[in-house]
C-alpha cells in the first residue's frame, strides 16, 4: 500500500485568522487508494486543514502549496475543488429534506437533455449509484423520510455522481448508531478496493484504528506525526498520546479546593431526542457534586454532555424519560428553567450568542436578566439598583467597557463570557454548570475565568465544567467524570487525572466501575 | 445651582408664554352653531365660497364622471371646489377624514355621496355645528338630523322599471308563461340598493305569486341576493354558483334582476363562461361598456339616470343656497333617514333598450355615437 | 462645539432606535411645518388638530398593539377584522337587548379578551406562526362580522358614542377655553418637569453624571412650550369640543403601556423574547406564556379601537376596520421596530403613526386625492425603513453625526447615555 504513488500533498500550510493561528507549517501527504485519517483533539486543526484543501478558504488567504495528482493547485471555491474531483462530505449533512433521493444526488449536477433535466437518465443513474453504496431504497422517496445513516449513504452517492477520486469525511459517523457506523466503514474498505481514495476525520479511535491505513495527527495547528497503521502497530492508546502529547502549562491560578458535603446528585438520569423517538441522548447517568468542589465532564463532541446539562437544567433539551435529581438530601422535580432558578441550578451555554445572550440588550440588561426580580419592587425593575448590580459585577469580574450601558455585541469574547458569568452569578446559584467557559477565548481571559471560577468554589458553591480541552481539566477540576455516547463511563480524582487514561475512556463504551 | 434654576424657570416661563401669545383661543369669533340643525341658513355666502365634494371609491364609472363634472362645474359657478373619492380599501374610514378636512377648511356646502349611509352621523354633525350645508347626493344619509338636503333619481321607480323592462324582455323572447329568472341586488350598506330592490319586487312580487315567474334557486331574501360592495367579482362568483347549483342540466335560466351595469356584466360573464344562452339581463347607470352589450344585443336594458342632469341640479341647488334662497324640492315626505324626514328633490330615471337607445343618449356624447348602428 | 456634542449625546445618542425615533421626530416637525405652510395655517388650527386625534386614536391604539407583537418577534393581520368583529357584537347586542353602554363596552372587551385568547392559543401552545393564525383570525372575524351583522349597518346608542365622538364637558368660569383641558395641560407640565428632575435624581444615585443642566432645561422647556401650544389649541376649539374623549384613552393607554414595556418584568421579557427566544427560554423567561398575552393583549386593543371607530362613526358596519392592520404595522416600522423582533417602542411607534396620521390629514387639506395619499404613504414607509438599513450598514447611528460630520475632524466618542425617558413618551401623544 505504501508503495502506492501520491495522490495529494500539503505542504507547509499556514492559515491564520484574526489573532489567531490555526495552521502553522502544516504537512500533508495521502497516497492514491489509501484510507488516511486525521486526528486531533478539538481545535486543533483539522477542519480548517480539510476547508483549506476544499477551496472553502480559497487560493490566497493562506500560504504552502497543494500538490494534487502531479500538479500544483489553486482552487479559488469549492466548485473548483469539486471539478477536480476533491469532495468534502460534513458533519451537518448538505441535502434537502423536501427532496427525493434521486433529486438530491444530483442537486447542482442535474444530467441535462436540451436545456431541461433529464430525468429519466437522472433516475437511472441514482439506481446504479444507491446500488453501489449498498443503499436499497425507493430512488423517489423524500430524504427527510430516511434515517440518519441512509442520508450519509446519499451523500457518498452524491459524491460518486460527481466522479469522486478523493472523498473527505468530516466526522461521518458522529450522529450514526452502531449498525449504521459498521456499514459505512464497510463501504469506506469498499470504495477503497475501488481505488477511490479518501480521508476521515473521526474522534472514534476505535474506528480509526480498524479502518484507517495512515493516520495524522494535528495538535495546536502542528503537525505531530504521520502513522502507518500496519508497519508501525498503531493502537489507540499510540494515537492518545499523539494528539495530548502536550506539557501542561501552568495555566490555572492557584488554588485549594475547600470540599464539603455532597449536595446534589443525579441517579439513572435518562434522557430521549426530541425528535427521534428511538435515540436516547442520555443514558442512566448518574453522578453527584460536593460543595465547594469543581466537578469537569470529560467527553468529545457530541457525547451528550451539553444534553445532559440542560436537560438537568429544567428539561430544556430532549424529552425526560426517568431518572431523578436531588439537592441537600431530597428529590426535587425541576420542570422548568424557572424551577431550576428557583431551586439553585445556573447553567452557561457553550454557544453565548446562539442562546446564552440577547445581543440587542446592553450589558446591565443582559446581567440582570435571570433573575429580574431581585431588581423589581412590585414587577416594576429600579433603574438604580440594577446599574448597582451591573456596576459591582463589571468592577469584580473586570469586564472591559468604559459603562455598562454598552451593548454586549460591542465587547470581546472573553468579556462577553464575563457577562453571561455575572448574569448567572447574580442568580444565587448554589450549583453552576459552565459548559464551554473558554470556548473562543484568548489565553488572558481564560486564567482570569478560571480565577472567577475558583473564587466560586470558594464560597462554597459546587461548579459543573464540560470541556473538550482536557489540560483545562485537569488543571481546574477537583474530580472528573468522562461521558460517552450519553452515559457517564469513569470517575477520576485530579490525583489520577492522566490525559491518555481520559482520553482512552472518552473513546469507548467500556464502562468502568463508578467508585 | 440656584442660578441655574432661576435661568431655567425663567426659560421655560418664556417658552409658554410665547406659545400662549402666538396661539390663542378660536372660540372668540366663531358663529354659535345653529340650534338643532334647521334647514336652510339665514342668508348666502360668498360667491367664490368653498365647495366640499365627498365621494366613495372610484368603483363605478357614474362616480368618476360625477367628479368630473363637479369639478368643472362649480368651476364654472365660480365657486372654489374640493372634490375627494374615498380610497379603495378603506372607504368609510377615509371619507370621514375627507369631510373632516373639508370642514376645517371651512366649506360652506359639502355634497356627500356617501359610502356607508350610516357611518358619517359626527363628521355631518361637525360640518353642521361650523355652519356648512349638508346635501347628501344620490344616497341618502341616515341616522343624523344635520342633513339638509337629498337630491337624486328616484329610486323606487328605477327599480319599478327594472322590473317591469325585465318582464318586458322575457315576453318578447318566449311569449310564455312561466319565465324562470334570478334576482341580484346591491350593496347591503347602500341604502339605495334596498329600495331598487322594492321597486323591483313590486312588479314581480304579483307574477311569482301567482306562478308566472319563478325564481329558480328560491333565493328572493335580499340577503341572499345581495352583492356586498357592489363588486363585480361577486356578482360573478354568486352567478357561478347558481349554475352549478341551479342550471347545471339544460334547464333553462330566462332573465336575471340586476341592479346595475357592473353586476349586469359580470353575470354576462359568468352565463356565457358556462356555454348558456345568455338571458334577459337588466341594469342601470348607462355604462359605456353596457350600451356596447345592449347595442350587441347582450345586455338587455339599463336606466338612464344621467349623472349630468344630477350634478346640474346639485350645482343649482347649491348656487340657490349661495343667494340665500330656498332650493326647489319636489318631495318632502317620502324619505325619512330614521331621525328626520329629509328634503329630497328627486329626478326621473329612463329605461333604455336597444329601440330607444338612440333617443335616450342623443344628448350624451361619449354614448351617443354607440348607438349609431 | 462641545456643547454641540453634549446636545448630541443627551438628546440623541443612545442606540439605533433612539436614533430612528428622533428621526422621526424630526421627519414629523417637518411635516407639521411643511403642511402649516402649505396649507395657510390649517393644519394646527383647534379643529384640524381635534378631528386628526380623533381619526387616527383608533390606529395609533392598535400601533401600541402590534409593537409588543413585533417586538416579541410575531405579527397580527387580524386586527381589523377583530375590531369590526367586536363592533358588531357590542353593537347588536345593546340594540337587541337595549343594554347600557358601559356594559357594552365591557362586553366589547371581553369578546376582544376571548379572541385573543384564541388566538394566543394556536401561537405560544401549538406553535403555529402568527402569521398564520391571525391571517386565518383575518377571514374568521370578517367573516363573523358579515355573519352576525348581515353586512347590515347597525347603529349604537347615543352614550355609547362618547368614548368615539366626545369631548370635555365645559365646566368652571368662562375662560375662553375649555377649562378641564386646561388642567390636563397643567398637569402634563408638572409631570414633566417632575420627570426630568426625577432621571437627574437618578443619574445621581448611579453615580453617573447628569446631563449638564442646560440641557435639562431646554429640554424641559421644548416639553413644556409644545404641551402649552397643544393645550391651548385643543381647549380653544369650537365651544363643546375639547381634547377628545379617544384622545384621553389613547394618552393613557401610552403612558400606561410605555412604562409597562419600558419598566417592568413583563416589558422586558418581551424585548427577550423578540431578541433571542432560547436565551430568554434558558433565562427563566415562560415563552408561552409571554407569547399568549402579547397576542392576547393585541386582541383586546383592537376590540377597543373597534369600538372607538363604532362609536365616532355612530355606527357598526361591514367596511369597519379594512386595512387597519397595514396602517399599524406601518406605524410600527415606521416608528423604528425591527422585523426581526427585539427592537423598538411605544413611542416610536406613536410618533411613527402620527407621521402617517398627519400626512394623511395635511394631503387631504390640500384636496389630494386618495390614490395619491396612498402612493406617498407607500414611499414613506419604504424610505424610513431603507434610511435605516442604509445607516445600520454604513454603522453610522447618529442622525446630528452625519449633519455635522462635513464640519467635524474628530469622530464623536460613542454616545453612551440613553436619553431621558421623559423625553419622548410624554412629548409623542401630544406632539399633534
Not at chain 3, 179 to 204: H, P
Amino acid at each position: 500500500m505504501t508503495s502506492a504513488p501520491v495522490l495529494l500533498e500539503m505542504r507547509s500550510i499556514t492559515k491564520t485568522f484574526p489573532g489567531v493561528t490555526a495552521l502553522a507549517d502544516v504537512n500533508l501527504e495521502v497516497r492514491q487508494g489509501e484510507i488516511h485519517a486525521i486526528c486531533g483533539e478539538n481545535g486543533a486543526g483539522k477542519s480548517t486543514l480539510m476547508k483549506v484543501l476544499s477551496g472553502v478558504h480559497p487560493h490566497g488567504t493562506y500560504t504552502g502549496d497543494i500538490v494534487y495528482q502531479g500538479e500544483q493547485v489553486r482552487f479559488s471555491d469549492i466548485r473548483a475543488s469539486e471539478h477536480a474531483g476533491i469532495v468534502i462530505i460534513h458533519q451537518e449533512l448538505a441535502l434537502v429534506p423536501g427532496m427525493s433521493i434521486t433529486e438530491n444526488i444530483f442537486l447542482g449536477n442535474e444530467p441535462r437533455k436540451r436545456g431541461g433535466i433529464d430525468w429519466k437518465a437522472a433516475q437511472r443513474r441514482a439506481l446504479e449509484l444507491m446500488a453501489e453504496v449498498g443503499l436499497q431504497e425507493d430512488p423517489d422517496t423524500l430524504i427527510k423520510d430516511i434515517g440518519v445513516g441512509k442520508q450519509q449513504l446519499v451523500e457518498i452517492a452524491k459524491a460518486f455522481a460527481k466522479d469522486v477520486k478523493l472523498l473527505i469525511l468530516d466526522e461521518p459517523t458522529a450522529a450514526l448508531n452502531e449498525a449504521d457506523s459498521r456499514h459505512l466503514l464497510d463501504l469506506l474498505r469498499g470504495i477503497r478496493e475501488r481505488g477511490v481514495t479518501s480521508i476521515i476525520i473521526s474522534h472514534k479511535l476505535n474506528e480509526i484504528e480498524a479502518v484507517a491505513d495512515t493516520i495524522t495527527i494535528l495538535r495546536d495547528g502542528h503537525t505531530i506525526e504521520s502513522l502507518d497503521v500496519k508497519a508501525d502497530g498503531v493502537n489507540e492508546d499510540r494515537i492518545v498520546r499523539g494528539m495530548v502529547g502536550r506539557e501542561l502549562h501552568s495555566r490555572f491560578p492557584e488554588h485549594t479546593p475547600d470540599i464539603g458535603e455532597v449536595f446534589f446528585e443525579v441517579r439513572d438520569w435518562t434522557v430521549r431526542h426530541p425528535i427521534s423517538a428511538d435515540r436516547l441522548v442520555c443514558k442512566g447517568s448518574s453522578f453527584d457534586v460536593r460543595r465547594g468542589e469543581i466537578v469537569g465532564f470529560a467527553g468529545l463532541m457530541g457525547a451528550g454532555r451539553t444534553e445532559l446539562a440542560m436537560s438537568l437544567f429544567g428539561r430544556s433539551y430532549g424529552v425526560y424519560l426517568s431518572g431523578q435529581i436531588f439537592k441537600d438530601g431530597e428529590e426535587v422535580q425541576l420542570r422548568t428553567v424557572s424551577d431550576a432558578i428557583d431551586h439553585g441550578l445556573a447553567y452557561v451555554s457553550e454557544d453565548r450568542k446562539a442562546i446564552g445572550l440577547n445581543l440587542l440588550d446592553d450589558i446591565k440588561t443582559s446581567m440582570v436578566a435571570a433573575k429580574l426580580s431581585k431588581v423589581s419592587t412590585r414587577g416594576v425593575v429600579d433603574p438604580v439598583r440594577e446599574y448597582r448590580y451591573a456596576e459591582e459585577y463589571r468592577q469584580s469580574l473586570r469586564v472591559k467597557t468604559p459603562s455598562v450601558d454598552e451593548g454586549v455585541t460591542k465587547l470581546s469574547g472573553g468579556n462577553q463570557q464575563k457577562v453571561v458569568l455575572a448574569k448567572w452569578m447574580f442568580t444565587d446559584p448554589d450549583l453552576l454548570i459552565l459548559d464551554e467557559p473558554t470556548r473562543g477565548i484568548d489565553v488572558g481571559a481564560k486564567y482570569e475565568i478560571y480565577g472567577i471560577i475558583q473564587r466560586l468554589a470558594d464560597q462554597g458553591k459546587g461548579v459543573i465544567i464540560i470541556s473538550s480541552e482536557l489540560p483545562e481539566l485537569i488543571g481546574l477540576c477537583d474530580r472528573i467524570y468522562t461521558v460517552f455516547e450519553g452515559t457517564v463511563t469513569g470517575e477520576v480524582t485530579r490525583a489520577e487525572a492522566d490525559p491518555e487514561h481520559l482520553m482512552k475512556q472518552m473513546t469507548s463504551t467500556k464502562k468502568t466501575p463508578i467508585r | 445651582m440656584r442660578k441655574y434654576l432661576t435661568r431655567s424657570a425663567a426659560l421655560i416661563g418664556v417658552a409658554a408664554l410665547l406659545t400662549l401669545s402666538a396661539c390663542g383661543s378660536e372660540r372668540e369669533g366663531t358663529a354659535a352653531p345653529t340650534a338643532g340643525g334647521s334647514a336652510a341658513p339665514a342668508k348666502g355666502f360668498a360667491a367664490d365660497g368653498l365647495i366640499g365634494v365627498a365621494l366613495p371609491s372610484k368603483t363605478s364609472e357614474n362616480w368618476v364622471l360625477a367628479g368630473d363634472l363637479f369639478t368643472n362645474g362649480l368651476k364654472e359657478a365660480g365657486f372654489t371646489s374640493d372634490v375627494q373619492y374615498a380610497g379603495a380599501s378603506t372607504t368609510v374610514a377615509d371619507q370621514q377624514a375627507q369631510i373632516s378636512a373639508m370642514v376645517t377648511k371651512g366649506a360652506k356646502v359639502i355634497v356627500i355621496g356617501a359610502t356607508d349611509a350610516a357611518q358619517l352621523t359626527t363628521q355631518v354633525k361637525q360640518a353642521k355645528e361650523a355652519g356648512a350645508v349638508v346635501i347628501a347626493y344620490d344616497r341618502l344619509i341616515t341616522n343624523t338630523p344635520d342633513v339638509d338636503y337629498y337630491i337624486a333619481f328616484d329610486n323606487f321607480k328605477v327599480g319599478q322599471l327594472q322590473g317591469q323592462a325585465l318582464l318586458d324582455g322575457m315576453k318578447a323572447k318566449k311569449p310564455e308563461a312561466p319565465w324562470t329568472i334570478e334576482l341580484f341586488s346591491g350593496s347591503p350598506d347602500d341604502n339605495n340598493a334596498g329600495v331598487f330592490f322594492n321597486g323591483a319586487m313590486d312588479v314581480l312580487k304579483p307574477l311569482i305569486d301567482k306562478g308566472d315567474v319563478v325564481v329558480g334557486s328560491g333565493q328572493t331574501d335580499v340577503k341572499q341576493t345581495a352583492i356586498q360592495g357592489w363588486k363585480a367579482e361577486g356578482a360573478q362568483q354568486r352567478m357561478d354558483s347558481l349554475i352549478t347549483s341551479t342550471y347545471n342540466g339544460d334547464k333553462k335560466l330566462d332573465g336575471v334582476l340586476s341592479p346595475n351595469d357592473t353586476l349586469a356584466r359580470a353575470i354576462i360573464t359568468s352565463v356565457k363562461g358556462a356555454g348558456k344562452d345568455i338571458p334577459v339581463v337588466t341594469g342601470q347607470d348607462s355604462e359605456v361598456e353596457s350600451v356596447k352589450s345592449i347595442m350587441a344585443g347582450e345586455q338587455y336594458s339599463t336606466i338612464n339616470k344621467d349623472t349630468r342632469k344630477l350634478v346640474a341640479e346639485t350645482i343649482a341647488m347649491v348656487k340657490s343656497l349661495q343667494a340665500g334662497t330656498e332650493p326647489t324640492i319636489n318631495d318632502k315626505d317620502t324619505y325619512d333617514n330614521g331621525v328626520k324626514v329629509v328634503p329630497s328633490y328627486l329626478l326621473p330615471p329612463v329605461i333604455v333598450t336597444k329601440d330607444n337607445a338612440a333617443e335616450s343618449y342623443a344628448n350624451d356624447p361619449k354614448l351617443a355615437p354607440l348607438t349609431q348602428g | 462645539m462641545s456643547r454641540i456634542k453634549d446636545l448630541q449625546k443627551n438628546l440623541f445618542g443612545g442606540t439605533t432606535s433612539n436614533a430612528r425615533q428622533f428621526g422621526m421626530i424630526f421627519t414629523l416637525v417637518a411635516i407639521v411645518l411643511l403642511f402649516q405652510i402649505w396649507t395657510n395655517g390649517l393644519t394646527l388650527t383647534s379643529g384640524n388638530l381635534i378631528a386628526v386625534v380623533s381619526q387616527y386614536s383608533y390606529i395609533l391604539i392598535l400601533a401600541i398593539g402590534m409593537l409588543m407583537v413585533i417586538v416579541a418577534g410575531h405579527i397580527d393581520l387580524s386586527v381589523g377584522s377583530v375590531a369590526a368583529f367586536t363592533g358588531i357584537v357590542v353593537a347588536k347586542t345593546m340594540q337587541e337587548f337595549a343594554l347600557p353602554w358601559p356594559v357594552g363596552i365591557l362586553i366589547g372587551l371581553a369578546v376582544g379578551a376571548l379572541i385573543g385568547a384564541w388566538q394566543g392559543f394556536w401561537v405560544a401552545y401549538v406553535g403555529v406562526p402568527a402569521f398564520i393564525v391571525t391571517l386565518a383570525g383575518m377571514l374568521l372575524f370578517r367573516g363573523g362580522n358579515q355573519y352576525i351583522g348581515n353586512a347590515d349597518t347597525v347603529p349604537v346608542p347615543e352614550g355609547f358614542r362618547t368614548i368615539g365622538a366626545g369631548f370635555l364637558p365645559e365646566v368652571g368660569p368662562d375662560t375662553g377655553y375649555n377649562n378641564l383641558t386646561l388642567l390636563l395641560g397643567l398637569a402634563a407640565c408638572a409631570a414633566v418637569v417632575w420627570r426630568e428632575l426625577k432621571s437627574r435624581q437618578t443619574r445621581r444615585e448611579m453615580n453617573a453624571d447628569p446631563a449638564p443642566m442646560w440641557i435639562s432645561v431646554l429640554r424641559m422647556a421644548v416639553m413644556v412650550g409644545v404641551i402649552v401650544f397643544a393645550t391651548l389649541r385643543f381647549a380653544g376649539g369650537r365651544v363643546g369640543t375639547s381634547l377628545p374623549i379617544s384622545g384621553i384613552i389613547l394618552i393613557a393607554l401610552v403612558l400606561a403601556y410605555s412604562h409597562y414595556t419600558r419598566n417592568t418584568i413583563g416589558g422586558r421579557h418581551i424585548y427577550a423574547v423578540g431578541g433571542n427566544a432560547r436565551a430568554a427560554e434558558l433565562s427563566g423567561v415562560k415563552l408561552k406564556r409571554v407569547n399568549f398575552l402579547v397576542m392576547m393583549n393585541m386582541s383586546v386593543l383592537a376590540a377597543l379601537a373597534g369600538m372607538i371607530f363604532v362609536a365616532r362613526s355612530s355606527a357598526s358596519g361591514p367596511q369597519d376596520g379594512l386595512s387597519w392592520e397595514l396602517d399599524a404595522i406601518a406605524a410600527v416600522f415606521i416608528g423604528g421596530a425591527a422585523v426581526s423582533g427585539g427592537l423598538g417602542t411605544i413611542s416610536g411607534s406613536i410618533v411613527g403613526g402620527l407621521v402617517m396620521a398627519l400626512l394623511n390629514n395635511g394631503l387631504q387639506l390640500e384636496g389630494v386625492g386618495s390614490d395619491m395619499v396612498q402612493i406617498i404613504k407607500g414611499l414613506v414607509l419604504l424610505l424610513a425603513v431603507a434610511f435605516d438599513v442604509y445607516n445600520k450598514s454604513q454603522g453610522r447611528f447618529s442622525i446630528i453625526g452625519s449633519l455635522t460630520r462635513p464640519f467635524r475632524r474628530d469622530d464623536p466618542s460613542p454616545p453612551t447615555d440613553r436619553p431621558s425617558p421623559a423625553s419622548d413618551s410624554d412629548k409623542a401623544p401630544v406632539a399633534g
